[in-house]
């Protein structure tokens, strides 16, 4: 049953009334909406986003106190196989140790300090490239060449340091403070959410990483608010709900929000557009809803049959039965954020995760990645998951031909990414002003992060 709440001025329909449309209905947790009325509402200090005295402060109290995505778990699926995990200065080889075991070691020799491992692979145990120190999967170390001249090196003493390693979802995440809360209760309502969603039969079929001309939380945020569409993303508005986007913010809910947009309905600025214009746009802009021709329904909207065309084409590309997938799966952005930085979607005909990361100790600039999860085939088999393109900073999203129709959107926001950037150096005023409610997420994310900046210890 669908909880009908009134955002004072929103245009609508809102989601929940669209939702309450479709022919295949949304899963449960989506059918209710909980508009932020806890948060404070005071101008966001613009230090933020480029001291280096913050950004120092953050990596101690932000980057080495959070759960942290580190990779999927299709990318290490034998014993051996391994990825370096890099946030800021440090660096950890999250590796499967064992069958069902998944361990992450700092990436610094014991001895004189290399690092281990430099990039992506398999290995049976971790060898230092220059004196030879070496360690077993467990972390144990086995040789030390000339070992006579150590006389005071016990090697259990020596095994290498390690964060702490959760699983959820298909993902590995990982905490480099051995203190920290566990994962499970970290994640807060997230679990619950995706059981609609079930990202752990997903695999990872695309991943582009780009160098972005901005401190890392200004490009999450621009991902994470519609209020921008109509200006940045004008060729939307004929198929895409942004003014009646869904913004949902829990009370005591630290380190997850959402916001849901529909898509095959025009903006609420475009309300009496004709629905073969929206199918004629989406169709334009997003090759995925090509093909044989798609006429509105008797109703008059292009919503019902948008969506068949999607849960076709998911279930052709993975041989599953989608005819029950809902409609709002099939169409819509329903995204949430974890705290702190990664950006998971729940639907299929949008299947993205996005990470956002500083580069080095450089705060003004990141490195953004868009990752693209397709289901994987009934029994559980899928295509090896894909390596990771790496654009640079003069080098377009569009270069990336395996992200479609979003290369287009996100190459726009980093135009107007470099020019945020650059103006906040300029500016005179002390805070960003946020909108109450199309900008609510942005505001919970640093209520966090200011509860985390603050925090002891
Ligand atoms: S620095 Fe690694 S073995 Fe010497
Ligand atoms: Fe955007």
């Given at each position: 049953?669908?909880?009908r709440t009134v955002i004072q001025?929103?245009?609508?329909?809102?989601?929940?009334?669209?939702?309450?449309?479709?022919?295949?209905?949304?899963?449960?947790?989506?059918?209710?909406?909980?508009?932020?009325?806890h948060l404070g509402h005071g101008d966001v200090s613009i230090q933020r986003y480029f001291s280096k005295a913050w950004h120092d402060r953050e990596v101690e109290k932000v980057w080495r106190k959070t759960w942290q995505l580190a990779c999927r778990l299709e990318e290490i699926p034998e014993v051996g196989d391994h990825v370096v995990?890099?946030?800021?200065?440090?660096?950890?080889?999250?590796?499967?140790?064992?069958?069902?075991?998944?361990?992450?070691?700092?990436?610094?020799?014991?001895?004189?300090?290399?690092?281990?491992?430099?990039?992506?692979?398999?290995?049976?145990?971790?060898?230092?490239?220059?004196?030879?120190?070496t360690w077993d999967l467990a972390g144990k170390l086995i040789h030390v060449p000339g070992e006579w001249d150590f006389p005071n090196l016990d090697r259990k003493d020596f095994c290498l340091p390690e964060a702490k390693v959760g699983l959820w979802g298909g993902?590995?995440?990982?905490?480099?403070?051995?203190?920290?809360?566990?994962?499970?209760?970290?994640?807060?309502?997230?679990?619950?959410?995706?059981?609609?969603?079930?990202?752990?039969?997903?695999?990872?079929?695309?991943?582009?990483?780009?160098?972005?001309?901005?401190?890392?939380?200004?490009?999450m945020e621009a991902f994470i608010e519609s209020y921008h569409v109509p200006f940045a993303h004008p060729q939307v508005l004929g198929?895409?709900?942004?003014?009646?986007?869904?913004?949902?913010v829990w009370p005591g809910v630290r380190h997850v929000n959402r916001m849901i947009s529909v898509q095959g309905v025009?903006?609420?600025?475009?309300?009496?557009?004709?629905?073969?214009?929206?199918?004629?746009h989406i169709r334009r802009d997003v090759p995925f809803y090509s093909g044989a021709p798609i006429v509105a329904d008797e109703e008059g909207t292009a919503r019902a049959k948008l969506a068949q065309r999607a849960r076709e084409k998911i279930g052709r590309a993975s041989?599953?039965?989608?005819?029950?997938?809902?409609?709002?799966?099939?169409?819509?952005?329903?995204?949430?954020?974890?705290?702190?930085?990664?950006?998971?979607?729940?639907?299929?005909?949008?299947?993205?995760?996005?990470?956002?990361?500083?580069?080095?100790?450089?705060?003004?600039k990141c490195i953004m990645e868009i990752m693209l999860l397709f289901s994987k085939r009934p029994?559980?088999?899928?295509?090896?998951?894909?390596?990771?393109?790496?654009?640079?900073?003069?080098?377009?999203?569009?270069?990336?031909?395996?992200?479609?129709?979003a290369a287009m959107v996100a190459d726009q926001d980093t135009e107007n990414l470099k020019r945020i950037q650059k103006g906040l150096r300029t500016s005179r005023k002390p805070g960003v002003t946020l909108a109450r409610y199309q900008e609510s997420r942005i505001r919970h994310f640093h209520e966090t992060l200011d509860a985390y900046m603050a925090a002891e210890g």
């Open positions: 049953m669908a909880t001025g929103r245009p609508g329909p809102s989601v929940q009334e669209v939702l309450a449309g479709d022919v295949n209905p949304a899963p449960a947790v989506m059918l209710a909406e909980s508009p932020a009325e995990y890099e946030i800021v200065h440090d660096s950890l080889i999250v590796v499967r140790s064992g069958p069902d075991e998944v361990r992450a070691y700092i990436n610094s020799c014991l001895h004189r300090g290399t690092q281990l491992r430099t990039e992506a692979g398999s290995v049976k145990q971790f060898r230092c490239p220059f004196h030879g120190f993902f590995v995440f990982v905490n480099f403070d051995p203190a920290c809360e566990p994962l499970e209760t970290y994640l807060e309502i997230l679990p619950e959410h995706f059981k609609a969603f079930a990202l752990e039969d997903r695999y990872k079929a695309a991943h582009v990483a780009k160098i972005m001309p901005c401190n890392w939380k200004l490009a198929y895409y709900g942004d003014e009646n986007t869904q913004y949902d025009p903006s609420p600025s475009q309300a009496d557009l004709d629905p073969e214009v929206t199918i004629r041989g599953r039965d989608l005819s029950a997938l809902s409609d709002s799966e099939s169409l819509d952005l329903i995204e949430y954020l974890l705290f702190p930085n990664m950006v998971p979607w729940g639907g299929q005909a949008l299947p993205i995760t996005y990470r956002f990361r500083p580069l080095g100790d450089d705060p003004e029994d559980g088999s899928h295509p090896a998951p894909a390596a990771m393109t790496w654009l640079g900073l003069e080098e377009p999203w569009s270069m990336a031909a395996e992200l479609g129709s």
